[in-house]
């Protein structure tokens, strides 16, 4: 016969072990524990051991409750949270939902654990949800995972949609509109350099915008009043 685990007197979550009750369920020795709240209950040695059970049900109502009034949600109101949560399941799940053909059919999945609330809003406030941001995957044919996941503003995630086209220049690769952001050019004046003119990738981002002669004479009008040079009316 197997040697018994003595388990007395040990803590698995809200759970303190006080003693053995004699009980046998399934092969398990069956602990009589305490829980913080005060509450007492019996619980198989490989529920406590496997952390299936961490507490009487307590902690459960807890975070049930708290998430009901995290950031003002109520039961009345249905927190951006819990909508963006519901969302997520519906496109990727539901057939019949408008935006399945464009997660749920290219095989896009929500992970296990996100497909209780109660993780997915504690990822959500422990990863810097805000009110406005959307939740976006940094690989977009990966699936909705934390480790492929994170919160972003709308012209971010529009930014990463899989449709856009992506450029490489150097070690970089990022899309038109961070491109022109980041050059300074119009995004629209990037775009004709590249889909119209056929510019070479360099040049369309290195090229200096050339200014029409009517803004360089206003400059260069400016420049000679500034400088007290030229002639006035």
């Known amino acids: 016969m197997a040697k018994i685990k003595d388990l007395a007197g040990q ?17 398990h ?21 496997s ?8 902690y459960k109502r807890q975070r049930a409750a708290e ?18 949560w519901g969302d997520m399941l519906q496109r990727c799940e539901n057939p019949s939902d408008e935006a399945y053909k464009n997660y749920g059919f290219r095989g896009i999945k929500v992970c ?3 497909h209780k609330f109660i993780p997915f809003c504690d990822w959500a406030l422990a990863n810097g ?18 480790g492929n996941c994170h919160w972003a503003t709308p012209q971010e995630n529009n930014r990463n949609r899989r449709d856009n086209r992506m450029i490489t220049f150097g070690d970089k690769t990022q899309c038109l509109a961070a491109w022109a952001d980041e050059i300074g050019i119009e995004y629209y004046t990037l775009w004709v350099r590249i889909n119209r003119c056929r ?8 090229e200096p915008v050339k200014r ?3 803004e360089e004479n206003d400059e260069n009008q400016r420049r000679d009043r500034e400088c007290g040079t030229g002639e006035f009316d």
């Open 129 to 146: 949800w805000q009110k406005g941001l959307q939740l976006d995957r940094i690989n977009n044919n990966g699936n909705y995972e934390p």
């Open 67 to 84: 998430v009901h009034t995290v950031h003002g949600m109520t039961r009345k109101k249905i927190h951006p949270i819990y909508q963006t």
């Open 112 to 114: 296990d654990e996100w």
């Open 11 to 27: 803590r698995f979550g809200r759970l303190m072990v006080l003693y053995d009750t004699g009980e046998r369920r399934d092969g």
């Open 199 to 206: 510019w070479p990738i360099e040049r369309a981002l290195t």
């Open 212 to 214: 029409r002669k009517r």
């Open 51 to 58: 952390v299936h059970t961490t507490s009487c049900g307590c």
């Open 29 to 49: 020795v069956v602990w009589h524990c305490q829980c913080d709240c005060g509450n007492e209950l019996d619980v198989r040695s490989g529920d406590l051991v």
